[in-house]
C-alpha cells in the first residue's frame, strides 16, 4: 500500500499576535474510521464533484489542509468542514490505497456554530486565477514532469493537462489580457489554435470587438489552412501528407479536435499525383484520351457526350464460378444469422462474405464491354468528388467528337430499321385505298391498345424504351418508339453557379452512372433486355427515367405555371424536405445584398441588434456573420418550401 503523507498545517511564517484571534481548536490526529461527515456541511451543491481527482491529489502530496471536526458519541468526530477532503480519503481506503484506521490530521473544535464554521471555511476560499494555474503547469513542464504525470498527481485528464499547456503558448501581450479579464477562456482557446505571437496579436489587437467571437477568431487564423474533413484532405490522407513534410495544427479545443493541413500546395501535388498514378491503367485499355481533374464540376461543365458498355453473357467458367459462389455465400449468411453476439467466428464469415461479393462484383464487371469503334473515339476522366473519394468516369465524348460518334450510330440505326423493316407489316395489295390503309391501321392500333392494356409488364416495356432511350442513346439523332412519350430531359447542373458542390447533384449523377453500367449499350438490343426484366427491375427504372424528365426549374420569363404547379404536387407526395439538401451558408448569402442578408435574418428570426450590426458592416463581415447566426435555423427561401408541407414551416 502506498504511503501518504497526511501532515498537519504549518505554522504561518508570519504568525498572527495571539490575541488578536480566538484560537478554539487543538490539532489532534484521528483514525480514519472513526471520522464521519456533518450534518451541519453547508456544501450541497457539487459536493461529490471531482472527489476521484481530488483523491489522486492527496495521494501524489498529502493532506495539505486539515480537516474541522467535533467530538461526536461512540468515540467518533463528525466533519463539519472539509466533507470532500473525507470523501476522497474514503475512496483512497476502499481502493486500498489508504489504511481504514490511517491517523487523520484533524482541527478539533469545542465550541461555536458548526453551520458557521463550514460557511466561513467555503466562503473564504478564492479559487485561483486561470492564467497562474497555465502558468504553474508550464513551470511543471519546464522542470522535467511529463504532461501524464502532472494529469496522474493533480487527478487532471491528459487532454486537460495539455490544453493548459496548449494554453500557455499564447503570447504574453494575450496573457495579460486574460489575467485581466480582457478576454474569455472560449476567445483564449480560440486564438491559442495559431503558435504564433505576431498572428494570435494581430488577430485579437487588429480586429473590431464585435468580430472577437471564438468562431470568428478560428476563422482568421485558419483562412489559410485545410481543414481535416475537406475533401481533397480525405482523398490524400493526413498520415500520406505528413510522410511527404506536411505540417498540421490541432485545435485542441474544438468539439471534434479539429486538424487543419497548413501546407496548401503539398495537398493539392500529392492529389494530383495520386490521380495521375489512378489515371495510368486506363491508358492500356484502348481509349482515345484520358484525364485527371481534381474539381468533380468538369463532369458537369465539359458539355460531354456518353457511350455506355455493353453486357455480355458469362462465359461457361465465369457462370459456374457465380454459382458457387451464390451457394457460398448463402451458406455464409445463414451461419451468420444463427450466430450469438459476441461469437468470435462471426468476424471470419463477415470477411469471407466481403470477399465473395468483391469476387461477384469482379465477374460481373469483366462482363461489361464497350464497343472498340466507340471507345475510340471516348476518354476518361479520373477526379476526386464531393466526399473526397477517388471516381474513375469512363466513355465521355468531347464536342469535337459527337459528330463522328453521332454518324457512327446512325450507320447501326440504319441497319437495325432495315432488320426491322424485314419483320414489319407488309405493304397493302395493290388497289387499297390510302384512306382504306389509315382505317385498317388505326383499327389494328385499337385492338392493340385494349390487349396492350391487359399486359402491364409489356405496356411498361414499351412506355420505357422511349424515355430510356431518349436519356442513354442521346448521341443519336432521333429516337422513334410506337409509343409517343417526349421529355425535356433538363439538364440541372447549366442552372447551377457551381454543380460540384450541390450534394443532390452529386448523387444524381451516381445513380445514373449506376443505371448506365446496367443497360445495355446499344438500342438493338435495348428492347429485347426491357422485355427480359422482371416487373420489379422495371418499375425502378421507371422511376428513374421519369425522375430525369422532371423540370422543375423556373426559368427568366418562364410562364409555364401549370408544369411548375406540378412540381409543387410532386414535391408533397415525396415529403421533399430540402432542408435535408440545402443550407444557408456564405456562398449564398454572397448573392445577396446586404439589405437582403438582413431581411433572411429578420425572417428567421434573429435578433434585431444583430440585423442593424449586418446592415451597418462590410459585405464581406455580413456574409460571415450572417452565416454564422443562420447554423442550425433550418431557414429555407420561398422557392425551396413545400407549399402546405411541414418543410414550409
Not at 475533401?231 to 498520415?239: K, N, T
Request: one cysteine or more; proline letters at 4%.
Amino acid at each position: 500500500m502506498n504511503a501518504i503523507t497526511l501532515a498537519a498545517e504549518p505554522a504561518a511564517e508570519n504568525p498572527i499576535p495571539v490575541a488578536a484571534v480566538d484560537i478554539r481548536h487543538t490539532v489532534e490526529a484521528v483514525p480514519l474510521d472513526r471520522l464521519v461527515p456533518s450534518k451541519a456541511n453547508v456544501r450541497r451543491v457539487n459536493a461529490a464533484v471531482g472527489v476521484p481527482e481530488l483523491a489522486d491529489s492527496i495521494e501524489a502530496h498529502g493532506l495539505l489542509h486539515n480537516l474541522t471536526v467535533r467530538k461526536a458519541k461512540k468515540g467518533r468526530y463528525e466533519v463539519v468542514a472539509g466533507a470532500r477532503r473525507l470523501a476522497a480519503l474514503r475512496l483512497l481506503a476502499k481502493e486500498g490505497r489508504l489504511a481504514d484506521d490511517a491517523e487523520i490530521p484533524c482541527n478539533v473544535r469545542d465550541a461555536g456554530s458548526d453551520t458557521e464554521l463550514s460557511l466561513a471555511e467555503n466562503v473564504q476560499r478564492e479559487p485561483m486565477h486561470v492564467v497562474d494555474e497555465i502558468l504553474a503547469y508550464r513551470e511543471l513542464v519546464d522542470n522535467g514532469m511529463a504532461p501524464e504525470n502532472i494529469a496522474a498527481r493533480f487527478g487532471q485528464s491528459v487532454i486537460t493537462v495539455r490544453q493548459r499547456l496548449k494554453l500557455a503558448g499564447l503570447s504574453p501581450r494575450v496573457l495579460e489580457v486574460l489575467r485581466e479579464d480582457g478576454m474569455s477562456i472560449e476567445q483564449a482557446r480560440a486564438l491559442v489554435i495559431s503558435d504564433s505571437h505576431e498572428e494570435q496579436e494581430r488577430v485579437w489587437f487588429e480586429s473590431q470587438s464585435y468580430n472577437r467571437d471564438p468562431r470568428s477568431l478560428r476563422a482568421m487564423l485558419t483562412r489559410e489552412h485545410v481543414r481535416g474533413t475537406d475533401r481533397l484532405a480525405r482523398f490524400v490522407g493526413l498520415e500520406a501528407y505528413k510522410a511527404a513534410g506536411g505540417s498540421i495544427v490541432r485545435d485542441l479545443f474544438g468539439e471534434d479536435t479539429s486538424t487543419f493541413l497548413t501546407d496548401q500546395s503539398l495537398l493539392t501535388a500529392l492529389a494530383v499525383d495520386a490521380l495521375e498514378r489512378a489515371a495510368e491503367p486506363l491508358k492500356s485499355e484502348g481509349w482515345k484520351w484520358v484525364e485527371t481533374n481534381l474539381d468533380a464540376s468538369t463532369i458537369y461543365s465539359g458539355d460531354f457526350g456518353r457511350v455506355y458498355p455493353q453486357l455480355r453473357e458469362p462465359s461457361p467458367d465465369e457462370q459456374a464460378e457465380l454459382s458457387a459462389l451464390g451457394e457460398s455465400f448463402d451458406e455464409v449468411q445463414a451461419r451468420l444469422e444463427a450466430y450469438a453476439e459476441g461469437d468470435p467466428a462471426m468476424e471470419a464469415d463477415e470477411a469471407r462474405l466481403a470477399e465473395m461479393e468483391q469476387r461477384i462484383a469482379a465477374i460481373r464487371n469483366a462482363a461489361k464491354t464497350y464497343d472498340p469503334q466507340e471507345q475510340a473515339l471516348a476518354g476518361c476522366i479520373v477526379y476526386v468528388d464531393h466526399y473526397g473519394a477517388l471516381q474513375v468516369g469512363r466513355g465521355y465524348i468531347k464536342a469535337e467528337d459527337k459528330a463522328a460518334v453521332d454518324q457512327l450510330r446512325r450507320g447501326e440505326s440504319a441497319e437495325t430499321q432495315d432488320e426491322a423493316a424485314a419483320l414489319s407489316v407488309p405493304e397493302p395489295e395493290a388497289g387499297y385505298s390510302a384512306a382504306l390503309v389509315e382505317e385498317l391501321t388505326a383499327i389494328r392500333t385499337a385492338a392493340m391498345r385494349v390487349e396492350l392494356a391487359n399486359r402491364p409488364t409489356v405496356a411498361l416495356a414499351a412506355l420505357l424504351y422511349p424515355i430510356a432511350g431518349r436519356v442513354f442513346q442521346s448521341g443519336y439523332t432521333s429516337f422513334d418508339a410506337a409509343v409517343e412519350v417526349s421529355g425535356q430531359r433538363k439538364d440541372l447542373a447549366a442552372s447551377v453557379k457551381e454543380p460540384s458542390e450541390v450534394r443532390a447533384l452529386a448523387a444524381w449523377q451516381a445513380t445514373k452512372e449506376a443505371w448506365g453500367d446496367i443497360l445495355p449499350g446499344q438500342p438493338a438490343d435495348l428492347w429485347a433486355w426491357l422485355l427480359e426484366q422482371p416487373t420489379d427491375r422495371l418499375l425502378e427504372l421507371l422511376a428513374f427515367v421519369t425522375a430525369a424528365n422532371l423540370n422543375g426549374v423556373k426559368a427568366k420569363h418562364d410562364q409555364s405555371k401549370g408544369r411548375l404547379a406540378n412540381a409543387d404536387q410532386i414535391a408533397i407526395a415525396v415529403a421533399l424536405d430540402m432542408r435535408e439538401h440545402w443550407t444557408a451558408d456564405a456562398a449564398f448569402f454572397n448573392r445577396l445584398s446586404k439589405a437582403g442578408i438582413a431581411e433572411v435574418l429578420a425572417e428567421a428570426g434573429c435578433a434585431s441588434q444583430t440585423v442593424r450590426m449586418i446592415e451597418k458592416a462590410p459585405k464581406t463581415e455580413a456574409v460571415a456573420e450572417a452565416a454564422k447566426q443562420m447554423e442550425g435555423k433550418g431557414w429555407l427561401p420561398l422557392q425551396l418550401r413545400v407549399a402546405g408541407g411541414e418543410a414550409a414551416e
